[in-house]
């Protein structure tokens, strides 16, 4: 795997690199906030996802509750597979999390950060190829997009299913 450039070090010493594609710039959060965010983790497996609450706003999420009262539509964002619920009419929130998640090369030993973004954690979406469908995580999947939805940006959709 080619390692774009070293991020920082996680709590337990551990260096953490970016990757040329690595969703963090997507996201727009910064690498200071990202180096600070990695000195609260302390990763031990092959695959982390961390939420780490800051105690204070950091920025904007745009995963959000939904209910009844949305409108809700879906759509194709730029390079997935399946469709995306979105929330029209509604705005990012401020938040005082960042979800990191990371992945072990194990060539080397080390991290590299997969994505960073704003607020916390999310399932992964029903339509994904990694999961089994019919499955606890397939549920957990269908639960959580039902009560959740991305604020519609129409300069991530492909098109709308």
């Given at each position: 795997m080619s390692l774009k450039k070293l991020l920082g070090s996680c709590a337990n010493g551990i260096k953490v690199f970016d990757r040329p594609n690595?969703?963090?710039?997507?996201?727009?959060?910064?690498?200071?906030?990202?180096?600070?965010a990695l000195l609260k983790?302390?990763?031990?497996?092959?695959?982390?996802?961390?939420?780490?609450?800051?105690?204070?706003?950091?920025?904007?999420?745009?995963c959000v509750s939904v209910d009844k009262t949305d409108t809700v539509v879906m759509a194709y964002r730029h390079g997935r597979k399946g469709p995306t619920p979105m929330v029209l009419n509604r705005e990012p929130e401020d938040c005082s999390s960042l979800t990191v998640i990371l992945k072990k090369d194990h060539n080397s030993g080390n991290y590299?950060?997969?994505?960073?973004?704003?607020?916390?954690?999310?399932?992964?979406?029903?339509?994904?190829?990694?999961?089994?469908s019919g499955s606890e995580e397939h549920q957990k999947a269908k639960d959580f997009w039902a009560t959740h939805a991305l604020v519609y940006d129409p300069s991530t959709i492909a098109q709308m299913a």
């Open positions: 690595s969703h963090s710039n997507v996201h727009s959060v910064s690498i200071a906030l990202i180096k600070e983790i302390s990763p031990n497996k092959n695959f982390v996802v961390e939420v780490i609450n800051f105690n204070r706003i950091i920025g904007k999420t745009n590299i950060l997969i994505t960073a973004f704003f607020g916390d954690s999310s399932e992964k979406e029903p339509w994904d190829p990694s999961i089994i």
